[in-house]
C-alpha cells in the first residue's frame, strides 16, 4: 500500500505562483515498484486530466496546456513530489491530485484545491 497526501492549495491571484506537495508513504516494497508519480486535475463539471508525470527514472511529461509554467519535481530524500504553478490562468483552478502508480495498479490522494481569482 502507498499513502498519498496532498497539500499548497489555495486561493491565488491570475499570474501568481503555488507550489502544490505531495507527499508518499508505504512499505519498501510498495514505493520500489511505483513507476510514476503524476499529478491530474479536475475542474468542476469537466474530465480529470492529467497534468505532470515523473518517472522512477526521473523523466518528465507535462500537458501542453501547462508546458512552461508549471515544472514537477521529486525530492526522494523527503519521499515528496511538488508541483510548482507559475503565471496561473483562471483555467487552472481545480482539485488537483497526486497519483502514484506501479504497471498494474494506481494510489491516489484525496486533492487540494486551487481556486485561481482574476
Known amino acids: 500500500q502507498v499513502q498519498l497526501v496532498e497539500s499548497g492549495g489555495g486561493l491565488v491571484q491570475a499570474g501568481g505562483s503555488l507550489r502544490l506537495s505531495c507527499a508518499y508513504s508505504g512499505s519498501t516494497t510498495s514505493l520500489q515498484r511505483i513507476g510514476w508519480y503524476r499529478w491530474y486535475r479536475q475542474a468542476p463539471g469537466k474530465q480529470r486530466e492529467l497534468v505532470a508525470l515523473?518517472?522512477?527514472?526521473?523523466?518528465?511529461n507535462y500537458a501542453d496546456s501547462v508546458k512552461g509554467r508549471f515544472t514537477i519535481a521529486r525530492d526522494n530524500a523527503k519521499n515528496t513530489v511538488y508541483l510548482h504553478m507559475n503565471s496561473l490562468k483562471a483555467e487552472d483552478a481545480a482539485v488537483y491530485y497526486c497519483?502514484?502508480?506501479?504497471?498494474?495498479?494506481?494510489?491516489w490522494g484525496q486533492g487540494t484545491e486551487v481556486t485561481v481569482t482574476s
Open positions: 497519483n502514484a502508480a506501479t504497471f498494474t495498479r494506481d494510489y
Open positions: 515523473v518517472s522512477s527514472g526521473a523523466a518528465t
